[in-house]
């Protein structure tokens, strides 16, 4: 088994991992304020989208990453330890898919909510004229 410790990697753009990277690494990418559309659309178009990890003070803009990134798992300010086994799904999105991963399509049923309509409508009288 090969353990390493913890590294934190600047790179410039998401093209630079072509594959998900697992273990304690930590990827940052600078970007103006103005770039963030573009940040998220590379994010989105890479394929893979097991987690995503969002600090920020403001709600609003956690929010919206949030809404606009196609990913399993998102942590907002907390850490990334993983998903809570038996309530949150494991199996991400897109190229990281569902498939044989902790949770999958085996919990879709804990996520499912029955709904329910019954309704009552008086009777109406309904005339038209063929004319």
């Keep these: 088994m090969l353990l390493f410790a913890p590294h934190i990697f600047e790179i410039s753009s ?11 690494v930590l990827h940052v990418i600078r ?14 178009k890479n394929g893979y989208g097991l987690t995503l990890g969002i600090h920020s003070r403001i ?3 956690a929010d919206y990453i949030f809404n606009h990134t196609m990913v399993g798992n998102t942590y907002i300010n907390r850490n990334m330890v993983g998903a809570v086994v038996g309530t949150n799904p494991f199996g991400g999105c897109g190229l990281s898919g569902t498939g044989p991963k902790a949770g999958g399509p085996h919990y879709l049923l804990r996520f499912a909510t029955e709904k329910n309509a019954d309704r009552k409508y008086h009777r109406q009288r309904w005339e038209y004229s063929t004319d």
């Design 14 to 24: 998401l093209e630079q991992l072509p594959e998900e990277v697992f273990g304690p």
């Design 31 to 44: 970007y103006q304020a103005d770039e963030l559309n573009h940040v998220l659309t590379q994010i989105n």
């Design 59 to 61: 709600q609003a803009f």
